[in-house]
C-alpha cells in the first residue's frame, strides 16, 4: 500500500536514523506536467550544530541556510559549484537544523521524462546516481527550496511503497566532499543501500 510520508517521520530528533529509514521510500515530482520517481538508494545525514560539514555548524543562520531551522518536512536545495541542485530534505524539530541530503535514486516512474532532462538517449548509472543528476532528473531546482513535503498540493513529496530496507543490508561509509570539516570527516553517515548500482562508490 502506498501512503506519502507525513510531518512525524520528518520531525523525529535522530537525523541519522532517518537517513537510514529513507532508503527504500520514494521520492515523487509533479513538476511542469510531468510525474516523476524514483526510489532512494543513497542518503547522508547532516547533524548541526555540532556537525562541521552542516551548512548550519554551530548555528549559522544565512539567507541561503534559513529553511535548515524549519520544522522537518521541508525541502532544502542549494546549488553546488555553480551548476548542480542538491535536494536535502529538512529533519527535526523547529529550529533544529537538521537535513539529509539525497545522493543515489533508481529511477522508477516515467523514465523517459528523467531521460529527456538529462539529455540521456538510454538508461544508465548517471542519469540518477549522484545528488546533482538526481535533480535534474526529477526537474527539481533551488527554487523549490522550502517547499513542504506534507502538503496535498505539494510538488515534490515522499512515498513509502511498502519496502524495508534491512540494517544488514545498509552500508555506512563517511560522506563526500567535506574535507573542511575536520574530525568529522570520518563520521560514518553516508548510507548505501547493499548491492545497489544507483549509489556511488565508497571514498
Not at 537525523?15 to 543513497?42: C, F, M, P, R, W
Not at 556537525?51 to 531551522?69: G, I, L, V
Not at 525541502?75 to 555553480?82: N, R, T
Request: net charge positive; charged share 25%; hydrophobic share 35%.
Amino acid at each position: 500500500m502506498v501512503k506519502r510520508l507525513n510531518k512525524s517521520f520528518y520531525t523525529r530528533e535522530d537525523v541519522v536514523q532517518i537517513s537510514k529509514d529513507l532508503l527504500g521510500k520514494y521520492l515523487v515530482t509533479h513538476i511542469n506536467g510531468k510525474l516523476t520517481a524514483g526510489k532512494i538508494v543513497e542518503t547522508e545525514a547532516y547533524r548541526a550544530p555540532d556537525d562541521k560539514a552542516s551548512h548550519a555548524y554551530n548555528n549559522r543562520r544565512t539567507a541561503r541556510t534559513e529553511t535548515m531551522f524549519a520544522e522537518g518536512g521541508k525541502a532544502y536545495v542549494y546549488l553546488c559549484y555553480g551548476i548542480h541542485h542538491m535536494f536535502n530534505i529538512v529533519t527535526g524539530k523547529k529550529d533544529m537544523p537538521h537535513a539529509v541530503l539525497l545522493r543515489g535514486l533508481q529511477p522508477v516512474d516515467n523514465i523517459e521524462a528523467m531521460l529527456l532532462r538529462r539529455n540521456m538517449g538510454k538508461i544508465e548509472r548517471r542519469l540518477t546516481a549522484g545528488p546533482g543528476m538526481l535533480s535534474q532528473a526529477l526537474g527539481i531546482k533551488t527554487s523549490f527550496s522550502g517547499t513542504d513535503l506534507t502538503t496535498a498540493d505539494s510538488p515534490i513529496w515522499l512515498e513509502d511503497r511498502g519496502e524495508a530496507i534491512a540494517e544488514n543490508n545498509i552500508l555506512a561509509s563517511p560522506r563526500v566532499g567535506i574535507g573542511y570539516a575536520e574530525e568529522c570527516i570520518g563520521w560514518p553517515w553516508r548510507f548505501r543501500v547493499k548491492g545497489s548500482k544507483w549509489t556511488s562508490p565508497a571514498k
